[in-house]
């Protein structure tokens, strides 16, 4: 009996080793989720209940104090700092976003540890000088600094910062409900190292191509090519194939067609004979175009020399087609166009239990003032991927509309609350000097475009490791103003997402729709202007343009962005004690005569007109000539405003 026993115990033991062996074989260790980042074949591949949920500085009385004070900044104070966020495990950190970073410390206690097992300087998140957080997989631009190195933890997960305030940021993460996972160890195998290292090298090559992405089932790739012409009222399908596989990506050459005013050029896709077609977008808006011109290079989609690309995974079952539509337009010229089409495909096709296909939602709407726009809403399984969006204020003057947050509703609770637009294409500082001032592409976010005298921007955003999961329905949407949505606005969208079925309507781009909208009034702000000096005058920045005269001098503001014709100028400036003389020309065409602004006290003057121009390429330009009045020689100018005349 006793030797029984033993057997049994031994048998026992013997079980327990070999399930704990086995599941330390199969942790979920920081090497995993770092693989995501550049494997884009598995895109389409369900993340099966790993909700994506975030911990943000947005106000959550609806105002518009999204980490101006630092109200809503940390969830709680203890005596080691400022809580910022709370995670149940397990999980993963997948990005952390800032404009607003600085030198006080964060700490990160994983699984109710006293000790945290990271400590960094904030800013060091960002900075590329603390390894693993390398760039480009961490970085800033466009006014915001980011984090995408995954930071696991397998029961909990607690950040806390060590100062007095902090403003805007935002930490996601992903729900990794019953799996082993490895809370992160701060050690790193040499194998994680060179897989770290592979990463930085995709995210940092500017010029990608689709071999960047030959693994899984998007290897073995093929490669089908068409050359033609196509006019007017035409269609071609490019690809055609009747049995099931994937594309892995595609390129189109159009030289310069698809660029101009006029977004007439339809790309559209069905997988499956499905009724509603997977893609159905103006070309232009599906590669990121920016109001008529190129304006998007991410490391998946975008356009590069005059090859438009686009490397997201579309597995189908059965059957897949694309064409490109040409639209007719009256009393428009339009004329032939060439092009040279590159599909790149196999045989893989999708695995129905794990995978979705690709879909995309067109729109182009402007919603009515205190109504969200939408990028996507729709029910059942899937995850969302990207975002390309134009931005178009209908209301002259600065772009607050792009105060607006976004907010993610997953089946049926909000998971993600945002602190601004541009924050949530991980900018910042619309506006500001080498902020979010101009486009500017980076591997999965990036600026299409900004003007203020077009009252005009928009972002892209796309999604790998955190990427959207969704069982049964999503809402993704984004505010336009800072509070109620109260800023009226002409956006334009395409959402990008995997799915388990097929599409039930789309948006028609009408004629209208396919038109870029050309404001008829603009406004120039001094932190923005281009300027040229001349001798005899000194420029700073303060409450205007403040421009201090030497006797006499001038300065020439280049009106950049606005289309030709003739228009009105108006200038807003202020008075005062000190005000100097100043004068209007356009070139050698003087415009206006010599206005004081020397006053008693005080004073500001707004849209006073100083003329009209003819505005063309050649001459998108006034000169502001500047003299002392006396002893007061300082020109306030604080606006400049065209206003077209018709």
Request: net charge negative; hydrophobic share 35%; with cysteine.
């Amino acid at each position: 009996m006793k030797k029984a026993n033993i057997l049994i115990l031994l048998t026992i033991s013997f079980f327990v080793f070999c399930f704990r062996a086995q599941c330390q074989e199969h942790a979920y260790k920081w090497g995993n989720e770092l693989e995501l980042l550049k494997r884009v074949d598995k895109l389409p591949t369900y993340h099966t209940n790993q909700y994506i949920e975030q911990e943000s500085s947005y106000d959550r009385t609806g105002g518009n104090d999204d980490g101006f004070s630092g109200k809503y900044s940390y969830i709680s104070k203890e005596k080691e700092g400022l809580v910022l966020a709370e995670f149940e495990g397990p999980g993963v950190v997948n990005r952390i976003w800032t404009p607003t970073p600085t030198n006080d410390t964060l700490l990160f206690y994983f699984d109710g540890e006293k000790q945290p097992r990271l400590k960094i300087r904030f800013m060091d998140l960002f900075s590329g000088e603390v390894y693993p957080f390398i760039k480009p997989i961490c970085g800033n631009e466009i006014g915001g600094y980011y984090s995408y190195i995954p930071i696991p933890f397998k029961k909990s997960l607690k950040i806390v910062f060590q100062g007095e305030r902090i403003m805007f940021h935002q930490i996601q993460y992903r729900k990794l409900s019953g799996m082993n996972v490895e809370s992160w160890t701060g050690k790193f195998s040499e194998g994680d190292k060179k897989l770290l290292s592979e990463v930085a090298g995709l995210w940092g090559d500017i010029s990608p191509k689709v071999d960047n992405y030959r693994s899984g089932l998007s290897d073995d790739i093929q490669t089908k090519e068409k050359t033609f012409n196509i006019k007017p009222g035409e269609e071609v399908t490019f690809f055609d194939q009747q049995t099931g596989g994937r594309i892995v990506g595609f390129d189109i050459d159009g030289g310069t067609s698809f660029e101009g005013r006029y977004k007439d050029i339809i790309l559209s896709a069905k997988w499956d004979n499905e009724q509603v077609d997977a893609i159905h977008a103006p070309i232009a808006d599906f590669f990121g175009y920016a109001y008529g011109q190129p304006a998007m290079r991410s490391m998946v989609m975008g356009r590069q020399g005059t090859t438009n690309y686009c490397y997201l995974p579309m597995p189908f079952d059965r059957s897949a087609s694309m064409k490109l539509i040409y639209k007719p337009r009256e009393e428009v010229q339009q004329n032939p166009m060439s092009v040279k089409v590159k599909v790149y495909y196999n045989s893989n096709k999708r695995n129905v239990q794990e995978e979705g296909k690709l879909y995309t939602v067109w729109r182009r709407e402007r919603p009515e003032i205190g109504e969200f726009y939408t990028f996507l809403q729709t029910k059942g399984k899937g995850h969302y991927v990207g975002t390309i969006h134009s931005a178009q204020g209908l209301r002259p003057g600065m772009t607050l509309f792009f105060e607006g947050d976004d907010s993610t509703y997953v089946d049926g609770k909000m998971r993600l609350h945002g602190t601004g637009s541009e924050d949530y294409y991980s900018g910042g500082w619309y506006a500001l000097l080498d902020r979010w001032d101009r486009g500017i592409s980076m591997p999965l976010h990036g600026s299409l475009d900004y003007s203020l005298p077009m009252n005009r921007t928009g972002g892209y955003r796309f999604f790998l490791s955190d990427k959207m999961p969704f069982e049964e329905e999503i809402y993704h949407g984004m505010e336009h103003g800072e509070v109620n949505n109260n800023f009226p606005v002409d956006y334009t969208s395409v959402a990008f997402f995997y799915a388990d079925r097929p599409l039930e309507e789309r948006m028609e781009p009408t004629a209208k729709l396919r038109e870029v909208y050309l404001p008829t009034t603009h406004v120039y702000f001094p932190q923005l202007m281009e300027i040229t000096l001349e001798r005899g005058v000194q420029v700073i920045l303060d409450r205007g343009l403040g421009i201090t005269s030497f006797g006499k001098g001038a300065v020439r503001v280049t009106l950049t962005d606005v289309p030709e014709g003739r228009y009105r100028v108006l200038l807003n400036f202020h008075e005062g004690p000190k005000g100097a003389d100043f004068q209007i020309w356009q070139r050698q065409n003087q415009l206006s005569d010599w206005i004081s602004t020397k006053a008693a006290a005080d004073g500001y003057r707004e849209k006073v007109h100083v003329g009209d121009l003819q505005l063309t390429a050649q001459t998108n330009s006034i000169t502001v000539h500047v003299r002392d009045n006396g002893d007061a020689n300082l020109f306030e100018l604080t606006l400049i405003t065209l206003e077209r005349i018709d």
